[in-house]
């Protein structure tokens, strides 16, 4: 199997080369990444909870989908194809925003990533991969925010971190 890069970018988005994806962790390096938000018309948003089986952040709940993009793939078409392969659907995705931020593990990796945060509109139950996806729930988003603060410890570390520019960003704006 064919190791998985990111791209290696600058703190303006710019590509400044590839690295496996283990050794850009193990070495903090600044990569893209985006993170995908579905919302439904209840204002909820789908979270899934990570396979037990990843090598970091298992069972950990987080947001509908995030990842890396590919070598030559937009933001969207990175999403949008992260999206399917971990929650069995498509929906029309739209970049909100994007932000730098680092993360460590407990198990020694770093998450230093400049995030393009996307947000997309389902009303169905996802068909989950269950290679990536232990579980799936809808929450409202004021609920997500008081459950961090009562349990954070069921949470990413990366989706706490994201979260809270995603709520802000939606106290700023009309989407």
Known sequence: MI????ILVNQNDEQIGLMPKMEAHEKAVLHRAFSVFVL???NEIMLQ???HHKYHSPLLWTNTCCSHQRDGETNIE???RRLFEEMGFKTPL???FH???KAPFDNGLTEHELDHVMIGHYNQEPIINTE???AWKWMKIEDVKTDMQLHPEIYTVWFKIIFDEFYHFLEDHKI
């Open 3 to 6: 190791e998985e890069k990111v």
């Open 40 to 42: 439904n018309d209840n």
């Open 49 to 51: 909870q990570r396979a």
């Open 78 to 80: 990175a999403g949008s």
């Open 94 to 96: 739209k970049e909100l």
């Open 99 to 101: 932000f730098i931020y």
């Open 132 to 134: 990536e996806v232990e």
